[in-house]
Protein backbone atom coordinates (compact mmCIF):
# COMPACT_ATOMS: atom_id res chain seq x y z
CA UNK A 1 0.00 0.00 0.00
CA UNK A 2 1.47 3.43 -1.04
CA UNK A 3 0.73 6.64 1.90
CA UNK A 4 0.67 9.82 0.87
CA UNK A 5 1.11 13.49 2.44
CA UNK A 6 -0.70 16.69 0.72
CA UNK A 7 0.39 20.02 0.85
CA UNK A 8 -0.35 23.55 0.37
CA UNK A 9 -3.96 22.76 1.42
CA UNK A 10 -3.04 22.77 5.08
CA UNK A 11 -0.67 26.17 5.61
CA UNK A 12 -2.57 28.17 3.09
CA UNK A 13 -1.06 31.44 2.70
CA UNK A 14 1.69 31.68 4.90
CA UNK A 15 4.44 34.25 4.86
CA UNK A 16 7.81 32.49 4.39
CA UNK A 17 10.32 35.41 4.01
CA UNK A 18 12.59 35.67 6.88
CA UNK A 19 10.84 34.58 9.63
CA UNK A 20 11.73 31.29 8.33
CA UNK A 21 15.31 31.68 9.29
CA UNK A 22 14.61 33.97 11.53
CA UNK A 23 15.83 33.60 15.69
CA UNK A 24 13.52 35.50 17.29
CA UNK A 25 14.57 36.14 20.88
CA UNK A 26 16.76 33.69 22.08
CA UNK A 27 17.73 35.54 25.84
CA UNK A 28 15.41 35.97 28.83
CA UNK A 29 15.80 39.62 30.28
CA UNK A 30 18.23 38.12 33.51
CA UNK A 31 20.34 36.72 30.90
CA UNK A 32 19.38 33.17 30.54
CA UNK A 33 19.21 31.25 27.77
CA UNK A 34 15.30 31.08 26.39
CA UNK A 35 13.58 27.63 24.72
CA UNK A 36 9.82 27.86 23.93
CA UNK A 37 8.58 24.27 23.21
CA UNK A 38 5.14 23.99 21.38
CA UNK A 39 2.89 20.59 21.64
CA UNK A 40 -1.11 19.59 21.39
CA UNK A 41 -3.27 18.65 23.87
CA UNK A 42 -3.89 15.20 22.47
CA UNK A 43 -2.90 11.89 23.26
CA UNK A 44 -0.58 11.42 20.42
CA UNK A 45 1.76 13.99 22.24
CA UNK A 46 2.07 11.45 25.61
CA UNK A 47 5.07 11.75 26.26
CA UNK A 48 5.79 15.54 25.72
CA UNK A 49 2.67 16.51 27.88
CA UNK A 50 4.43 14.23 30.79
CA UNK A 51 7.70 15.95 29.84
CA UNK A 52 6.08 19.56 30.18
CA UNK A 53 3.78 18.38 33.37
CA UNK A 54 5.88 16.78 35.44
CA UNK A 55 9.38 18.92 34.80
CA UNK A 56 11.30 16.28 33.30
CA UNK A 57 12.24 18.88 30.56
CA UNK A 58 12.67 21.39 32.72
CA UNK A 59 15.00 19.44 34.65
CA UNK A 60 17.16 18.38 32.04
CA UNK A 61 17.52 21.68 30.37
CA UNK A 62 18.66 22.99 33.79
CA UNK A 63 18.81 26.23 35.91
CA UNK A 64 20.39 28.11 33.49
CA UNK A 65 17.59 27.67 30.72
CA UNK A 66 14.16 29.39 30.60
CA UNK A 67 11.32 26.55 29.39
CA UNK A 68 8.14 28.63 27.72
CA UNK A 69 5.22 26.25 26.48
CA UNK A 70 2.65 26.85 24.43
CA UNK A 71 -0.08 24.33 23.39
CA UNK A 72 -1.56 24.37 19.58
CA UNK A 73 -4.80 22.99 18.00
CA UNK A 74 -3.14 21.81 14.47
CA UNK A 75 0.22 21.58 12.78
CA UNK A 76 -0.87 24.56 10.84
CA UNK A 77 -0.79 26.71 13.61
CA UNK A 78 2.33 25.25 15.19
CA UNK A 79 4.11 25.66 11.82
CA UNK A 80 3.19 29.59 11.89
CA UNK A 81 4.42 29.90 15.02
CA UNK A 82 8.14 28.37 14.20
CA UNK A 83 8.13 30.48 10.20
CA UNK A 84 7.55 33.41 12.52
CA UNK A 85 10.11 32.40 15.29
CA UNK A 86 7.58 32.45 18.00
CA UNK A 87 7.93 29.03 19.55
CA UNK A 88 11.64 27.81 18.73
CA UNK A 89 10.58 23.40 18.99
CA UNK A 90 7.55 21.45 18.27
CA UNK A 91 5.99 18.91 18.37
CA UNK A 92 3.93 18.27 14.98
CA UNK A 93 3.17 15.42 13.11
CA UNK A 94 4.30 14.32 9.05
CA UNK A 95 2.08 16.47 7.09
CA UNK A 96 3.13 19.82 8.74
CA UNK A 97 6.56 19.17 8.90
CA UNK A 98 6.89 18.20 5.43
CA UNK A 99 5.23 21.28 4.82
CA UNK A 100 7.39 23.52 6.49
CA UNK A 101 10.20 22.07 4.72
CA UNK A 102 9.18 22.09 1.11
CA UNK A 103 7.15 25.57 1.57
CA UNK A 104 10.40 26.97 2.92
CA UNK A 105 13.12 25.47 0.50
CA UNK A 106 14.54 23.35 3.46
CA UNK A 107 15.57 26.41 5.45
CA UNK A 108 12.92 26.18 8.40
CA UNK A 109 13.03 23.09 10.42
CA UNK A 110 14.89 20.29 11.48
CA UNK A 111 13.41 16.89 12.57
CA UNK A 112 15.84 15.83 15.82
CA UNK A 113 13.61 13.28 17.39
CA UNK A 114 11.02 10.88 16.91
CA UNK A 115 7.98 11.00 19.25
CA UNK A 116 4.97 8.82 18.71
CA UNK A 117 4.02 5.88 16.39
CA UNK A 118 0.68 4.69 15.33
CA UNK A 119 -2.92 4.78 16.37
CA UNK A 120 -4.60 5.67 12.95
CA UNK A 121 -7.94 3.87 12.28
CA UNK A 122 -10.73 3.46 9.35
CA UNK A 123 -13.74 2.64 11.55
CA UNK A 124 -16.95 2.23 10.01
CA UNK A 125 -20.43 0.88 10.97
CA UNK A 126 -21.14 -2.29 11.57
CA UNK A 127 -22.07 -4.43 8.35
CA UNK A 128 -18.81 -3.05 6.60
CA UNK A 129 -17.13 -5.68 6.06
CA UNK A 130 -14.99 -5.00 2.88
CA UNK A 131 -13.72 -2.35 0.68
CA UNK A 132 -16.47 -2.91 -1.41
CA UNK A 133 -18.98 -1.95 0.97
CA UNK A 134 -17.66 1.57 0.71
CA UNK A 135 -18.68 2.16 -2.25
CA UNK A 136 -21.87 4.98 -2.09
CA UNK A 137 -20.78 5.37 1.67
CA UNK A 138 -19.59 8.60 3.44
CA UNK A 139 -16.49 8.48 5.62
CA UNK A 140 -15.08 11.40 7.32
CA UNK A 141 -11.33 12.45 8.13
CA UNK A 142 -10.69 15.31 10.74
CA UNK A 143 -9.31 17.84 8.10
CA UNK A 144 -8.99 18.83 4.26
CA UNK A 145 -5.14 17.63 3.57
CA UNK A 146 -4.20 16.39 6.79
CA UNK A 147 -2.55 13.05 7.47
CA UNK A 148 -5.10 11.17 8.11
CA UNK A 149 -7.44 12.43 5.39
CA UNK A 150 -4.93 11.66 2.92
CA UNK A 151 -4.16 8.52 4.19
CA UNK A 152 -8.27 7.52 3.98
CA UNK A 153 -7.81 8.81 0.72
CA UNK A 154 -5.19 7.09 -0.78
CA UNK A 155 -6.42 4.03 0.94
CA UNK A 156 -9.60 4.36 -1.24
CA UNK A 157 -7.41 4.65 -4.26
CA UNK A 158 -5.66 1.46 -3.52
CA UNK A 159 -9.10 -0.21 -3.26
CA UNK A 160 -9.68 1.22 -6.71
CA UNK A 161 -12.48 3.71 -5.17
CA UNK A 162 -12.06 7.09 -6.24
CA UNK A 163 -13.02 10.26 -4.36
CA UNK A 164 -12.45 13.82 -5.08
CA UNK A 165 -12.32 16.86 -2.69
CA UNK A 166 -15.34 18.08 -3.57
CA UNK A 167 -17.52 15.14 -2.03
CA UNK A 168 -17.70 13.36 -4.92
CA UNK A 169 -17.17 10.01 -6.26
CA UNK A 170 -17.22 6.64 -5.20
CA UNK A 171 -16.78 7.55 -1.91
CA UNK A 172 -18.04 10.57 -0.17
CA UNK A 173 -15.36 12.24 1.99
CA UNK A 174 -16.76 14.83 4.66
CA UNK A 175 -13.78 16.40 6.43
CA UNK A 176 -15.22 17.85 9.93
CA UNK A 177 -13.59 17.82 13.26
CA UNK A 178 -12.44 15.09 15.96
CA UNK A 179 -15.37 15.93 18.31
CA UNK A 180 -17.99 16.31 15.19
CA UNK A 181 -16.81 13.57 13.37
CA UNK A 182 -18.14 11.25 16.63
CA UNK A 183 -21.53 13.34 16.77
CA UNK A 184 -22.44 13.01 12.98
CA UNK A 185 -21.25 9.09 12.87
CA UNK A 186 -23.44 8.30 16.56
CA UNK A 187 -26.54 10.09 14.32
CA UNK A 188 -25.75 7.75 11.17
CA UNK A 189 -24.34 10.93 9.20
CA UNK A 190 -21.51 9.25 8.41
CA UNK A 191 -20.70 5.72 7.76
CA UNK A 192 -17.15 5.70 9.22
CA UNK A 193 -13.67 8.02 9.95
CA UNK A 194 -10.10 7.60 9.28
CA UNK A 195 -8.99 9.33 13.10
CA UNK A 196 -6.05 9.12 15.54
CA UNK A 197 -6.44 8.01 18.97
CA UNK A 198 -8.49 8.47 21.13
CA UNK A 199 -11.15 9.47 18.58
CA UNK A 200 -11.23 5.80 17.01
CA UNK A 201 -11.41 3.83 20.66
CA UNK A 202 -14.44 6.64 20.94
CA UNK A 203 -15.88 5.58 17.79
CA UNK A 204 -15.78 2.03 19.08
CA UNK A 205 -17.18 2.49 22.11
CA UNK A 206 -19.20 5.17 22.20
CA UNK A 207 -20.61 5.19 18.86
CA UNK A 208 -20.80 1.15 17.87
CA UNK A 209 -18.31 1.14 15.09
CA UNK A 210 -15.62 -1.69 13.71
CA UNK A 211 -12.54 -0.77 12.81
CA UNK A 212 -11.86 -1.73 9.09
CA UNK A 213 -8.83 -0.70 8.42
CA UNK A 214 -5.66 -0.69 11.21
CA UNK A 215 -2.89 2.01 9.44
CA UNK A 216 -0.41 -0.13 11.05
CA UNK A 217 -1.38 -2.96 8.72
CA UNK A 218 0.02 -0.51 5.80
CA UNK A 219 3.48 -0.20 6.94
CA UNK A 220 6.73 -2.61 7.25
CA UNK A 221 6.24 -3.72 11.48
CA UNK A 222 3.40 -1.45 12.07
CA UNK A 223 5.77 1.46 12.34
CA UNK A 224 4.94 4.90 10.68
CA UNK A 225 5.57 8.15 12.34
CA UNK A 226 2.51 10.02 13.87
CA UNK A 227 4.21 12.72 16.00
CA UNK A 228 7.83 13.76 16.13
CA UNK A 229 9.77 16.86 17.39
CA UNK A 230 11.00 19.85 15.40
CA UNK A 231 13.54 22.41 15.85
CA UNK A 232 14.22 25.64 14.32
CA UNK A 233 16.77 25.44 11.85
CA UNK A 234 18.59 28.93 12.43
CA UNK A 235 17.76 27.68 16.63
CA UNK A 236 19.97 24.32 16.32
CA UNK A 237 22.57 26.07 14.77
CA UNK A 238 22.64 28.46 17.04
CA UNK A 239 22.27 26.54 20.57
CA UNK A 240 22.73 23.29 19.81
CA UNK A 241 23.43 22.58 23.42
CA UNK A 242 20.58 23.43 24.50
CA UNK A 243 18.89 21.61 22.16
CA UNK A 244 20.59 18.89 23.21
CA UNK A 245 19.79 18.82 26.81
CA UNK A 246 16.02 19.02 25.53
CA UNK A 247 16.68 15.16 23.70
CA UNK A 248 17.94 14.30 27.05
CA UNK A 249 14.84 15.39 28.66
CA UNK A 250 13.03 13.90 25.61
CA UNK A 251 14.17 10.34 25.97
CA UNK A 252 13.99 10.45 29.84
CA UNK A 253 10.33 11.73 29.12
CA UNK A 254 9.47 8.88 26.54
CA UNK A 255 11.64 6.07 28.97
CA UNK A 256 9.17 7.12 31.47
CA UNK A 257 5.94 7.11 29.58
CA UNK A 258 6.96 3.40 28.55
CA UNK A 259 8.34 2.19 31.50
CA UNK A 260 5.50 3.54 33.63
CA UNK A 261 2.34 3.46 31.83
CA UNK A 262 -0.03 3.84 34.36
CA UNK A 263 1.43 6.95 35.92
CA UNK A 264 2.05 8.21 32.65
CA UNK A 265 -1.75 7.48 31.49
CA UNK A 266 -3.02 9.46 34.61
CA UNK A 267 -0.90 12.51 34.34
CA UNK A 268 -1.83 12.90 30.69
CA UNK A 269 -5.38 12.61 31.09
CA UNK A 270 -4.85 14.61 34.26
CA UNK A 271 -3.85 17.30 32.23
CA UNK A 272 -5.94 16.46 28.77
CA UNK A 273 -8.75 17.31 31.41
CA UNK A 274 -7.59 20.56 32.05
CA UNK A 275 -6.54 21.62 28.86
CA UNK A 276 -9.82 20.64 27.10
CA UNK A 277 -12.18 20.98 30.01
CA UNK A 278 -12.60 16.77 29.73
CA UNK A 279 -11.24 13.50 30.88
CA UNK A 280 -11.51 10.43 28.70
CA UNK A 281 -13.38 7.65 29.82
CA UNK A 282 -10.86 4.70 31.19
CA UNK A 283 -11.97 2.15 28.84
CA UNK A 284 -11.36 4.77 26.21
CA UNK A 285 -7.58 5.92 27.50
CA UNK A 286 -6.59 2.06 27.98
CA UNK A 287 -7.82 1.35 24.25
CA UNK A 288 -5.95 4.04 22.79
CA UNK A 289 -3.18 4.06 24.89
CA UNK A 290 -2.21 0.40 23.75
CA UNK A 291 -2.30 1.77 20.12
CA UNK A 292 0.60 3.89 20.78
CA UNK A 293 3.81 3.52 20.98
CA UNK A 294 5.93 5.98 22.29
CA UNK A 295 9.67 6.16 20.48
CA UNK A 296 12.09 8.57 20.40
CA UNK A 297 12.72 7.24 16.65
CA UNK A 298 11.22 9.03 13.99
CA UNK A 299 10.99 6.13 11.44
CA UNK A 300 12.56 8.55 8.42
CA UNK A 301 11.94 6.33 6.09
CA UNK A 302 7.42 6.24 6.51
CA UNK A 303 7.77 9.85 6.21
CA UNK A 304 10.66 9.94 2.85
CA UNK A 305 8.12 7.62 1.33
CA UNK A 306 4.97 9.49 1.98
CA UNK A 307 6.48 12.39 0.62
CA UNK A 308 7.77 10.52 -2.75
CA UNK A 309 4.15 9.03 -3.51
CA UNK A 310 2.81 12.83 -2.41
CA UNK A 311 5.05 14.18 -5.19
CA UNK A 312 4.14 11.43 -7.82
CA UNK A 313 0.67 12.30 -7.21
CA UNK A 314 1.42 15.92 -7.68
CA UNK A 315 -0.09 16.78 -4.33
CA UNK A 316 3.91 18.27 -3.98
CA UNK A 317 5.40 20.41 -6.07
CA UNK A 318 8.66 18.37 -4.46
CA UNK A 319 9.28 15.04 -3.07
CA UNK A 320 12.99 16.62 -2.06
CA UNK A 321 13.75 16.31 2.11
CA UNK A 322 17.52 16.21 2.24
CA UNK A 323 18.33 18.15 5.46
CA UNK A 324 14.65 17.78 6.68
CA UNK A 325 16.77 15.20 9.86
CA UNK A 326 19.29 16.43 11.82
CA UNK A 327 19.78 13.52 14.44
CA UNK A 328 23.30 14.23 15.15
CA UNK A 329 22.31 15.52 19.07
CA UNK A 330 19.82 12.50 19.45
CA UNK A 331 22.56 10.11 18.70
CA UNK A 332 24.83 11.74 20.85
CA UNK A 333 22.36 11.07 23.65
CA UNK A 334 21.85 7.64 22.71
CA UNK A 335 25.47 6.46 22.40
CA UNK A 336 26.56 8.16 25.95
CA UNK A 337 24.09 5.99 27.34
CA UNK A 338 25.03 3.04 25.41
CA UNK A 339 21.75 2.61 23.04
CA UNK A 340 21.21 1.99 19.69
CA UNK A 341 21.20 4.81 16.86
CA UNK A 342 18.33 5.79 14.84
CA UNK A 343 18.63 6.44 11.16
CA UNK A 344 17.49 9.19 9.05
CA UNK A 345 16.87 7.25 6.29
Given amino acids: MRRRWITGLVLGAVALSAAACGTGSA ?48 GPEAVEALFASAVDAAFIGPSPAINAHVQSGGEAIRVVAGATSGGAFLVVRPGIDEPDGLRGATLSSPQLGNTQDVALRAWLADQGLKTDTLGGGDVRVQPQPNAQILETFRAGDIDGAWVPEPWASRLVQEGGGRVLVDEGDLWPGGRYVTTHLVVRAAYLREHRDVVRRLLEGH ?34 LDAAWANLTF ?31 DLSLLNEVLRAQGRDEVADA
Fill in 27 to 74: TTPDGRALLRLGYFPNLTHGSAILGVERGIYAEHLGADVALRTSRFNA
Fill in 251 to 284: LAATDRTNEHPAEAKRAVDAALAELTGKALAPAV
Fill in 295 to 325: TVDPIAPSLRRGAADAHALGLLRSSDLDGIY
